[in-house]
């Protein structure tokens, strides 16, 4: 039994409370669902328009709840704030608010469509928004384009005042940090004020204000025919995938993962040389200063070295989140490659280096024609491992705004409502990414691998 508040008024609730990990609403209508959780907090726009009688739920105490929804600037961008609160006041003043609002919630598609087909704002300011592109009705995908309530109410602002936004997709729990180093400029991403967040963030006027609502299971059954696997697998590859293009999601998803992997393989393997180069130097002092970095770097987490890189060292800049991710998996995998490289090199017998120069080659055509051949059989079944590594790792880049591949299931798990068909698409898409740069990596290996030596 729990005690719960609401509107300042207490009441006993005998329910299991589940934290949920995402800023949209639609994680925990899939917790409902599964039984993980008894109720969950909705807006009423949100809960009105998410269908729930076809997904087996339904609302309680309705409008009870106060949900409003207000933009975040930097506290001391005192003057876009009053700017934002000036068009607010001025769309409610004239009811195009009103009007606006009614138009929404009666047909939500027609107006994300024609948000879509309307001609960008122009001006001569450009600010960076930052969002959470998951949150329906408010923003979403839809057919490959940003769409929603809230990128409306940006969109008449930024006509209203001359400015051109540029919309910046990130998890939420990462939009107050990106705001406060500068990385975006403002946020709009349904954030509710709260106490702790007003002592980093300088809140608007509120744009969406009304009632909330807890979703539950229905008590009345619903009933639906069970389809067989071949229909069921049909309907959610047409709810999933052909749906509002949101295949488009995942291929754009695959292009940045697979260039985040190739890319940062590439950086970590020249810094993993370099390091190796430095850790055999005969200077004591350059070998433990080089230990020390390496130790540094590999006893942090990847996602913690990651948003040090975005939203520390690189705060002040506007280099592409992308590049951040990069150059991260490239300084943090380079930090192990380091060490296999040198074991491989340890490896190979110092007589080798005596029995090139015996046959007249120089230093350089020695390691290369010589002592790399029988190193690389060394390095590259555990290189192999790395990289596979690498290439799974990538999926927290969505935490400093890159639409990764893991980013693209959860947009769409978000609208769809199916935990376990998206997920199982990016699993399989990952599983045959490694495999990829397994075999690849294994046929690199046979090649120099001479021949009657086990591989």
């Known amino acids: 039994m729990i005690t719960k508040w609401i509107s300042g008024t207490p009441f006993e609730l005998d329910a299991v409370v589940v934290p949920v990990d995402t800023a949209a609403e639609a994680a925990g209508l899939i917790a409902v669902q599964e039984g993980r959780a008894d109720f ?19 609302i309680q105490l309705d409008g009870i709840l106060r949900s409003t929804a207000s933009a975040g600037f930097r506290l001391s961008d005192s003057g876009l704030c009053n700017e934002f609160n000036a068009f607010l006041e001025e769309f409610r003043r004239s009811g195009e608010y009103d009007r606006w609002d009614s138009l929404w919630r009666s047909n939500c598609d027609s107006m994300a469509e024609a948000l879509v087909r309307k001609p960008r704002p122009q001006g001569d300011r450009t600010i960076r928004v930052g969002i959470t592109n998951n949150i329906f009705p408010y923003i979403y995908i839809k057919d490959g384009n940003l769409t929603g309530m809230e990128v409306d109410v940006m969109e008449h602002f930024c006509n209203s005042a001359g400015i051109v936004p540029e919309y910046v997709a990130q998890e939420f729990t990462t939009l107050i940090p ?9 946020i709009l991403s349904h954030m509710r004020v709260t106490e702790e967040r007003s002592k980093q963030v300088l809140f608007s006027a509120p744009y969406i204000d009304g009632g909330g609502a807890l979703v539950c299971k229905s008590q009345v059954s619903v009933k639906s025919e069970k ?8 309907n959610s590859i047409n709810r999933n995938l052909l749906k509002e293009n949101r295949w488009q999601l995942l291929t754009d998803g695959l292009y940045q993962t697979i260039l985040i ?3 940062s393989v590439l950086m970590g393997t020249m810094i993993g040389i370099l390091l190796c180069m430095v850790r055999m130097n005969r200077r004591k002092w350059v070998v433990d200063t080089s230990k020390v970095m390496i130790d540094l770097v590999r006893g942090i987490p990847i996602l913690v070295l990651l948003m040090i890189m975005c939203y520390v060292v690189f705060a002040s800049s506007r280099i592409s989140a992308l590049w951040i991710a990069v150059l991260s998996f490239g300084l943090y995998y380079g930090a192990y490659f380091c060490e296999i490289f040198r074991s491989g090199m340890m490896s190979v017998n110092p007589g080798q280096w005596e029995a090139g120069a015996a046959l007249g080659l120089g230093k350089f055509q020695t ?6 051949p029988q190193a690389l059989t060394s390095i590259i079944p555990v290189f192999k491992g790395d990289v596979i590594a690498l290439i799974k790792g990538t999926s927290i880049v969505g935490y400093v705004a890159v639409m990764d591949l893991t980013r693209a299931g959860d947009i769409i798990r978000s609208r769809t409502l199916d935990a376990f068909f998206p997920l199982i698409i990016v699993t399989i898409v990952y599983f045959f990414l490694s495999r990829i740069a397994g075999r690849g990596l294994d ?12 591989v």
């Not at 269908?51 to 739920?57: A, V």
């Not at 990106?178 to 403002?186: H, Q």
């Not at 389809?227 to 049909?234: E, I, P, T, V």
């Open 40 to 58: 969950s907090r909705m807006a009423e726009p949100q809960a009105q328009m998410a269908h729930l009688e076809s997904r087996g739920l339904e």
């Open 178 to 186: 990106a705001l406060n180093s500068g990385k975006i400029d403002v």
């Open 227 to 234: 389809a067989g696997f071949r229909q069921g697998l049909k």
């Open 261 to 263: 992997s190739v890319l």
């Open 367 to 372: 390691f290369r024609l010589v002592v790399l």
């Open 443 to 454: 046929a690199l290996n046979r090649k120099v691998t001479p021949k009657g030596k086990a």
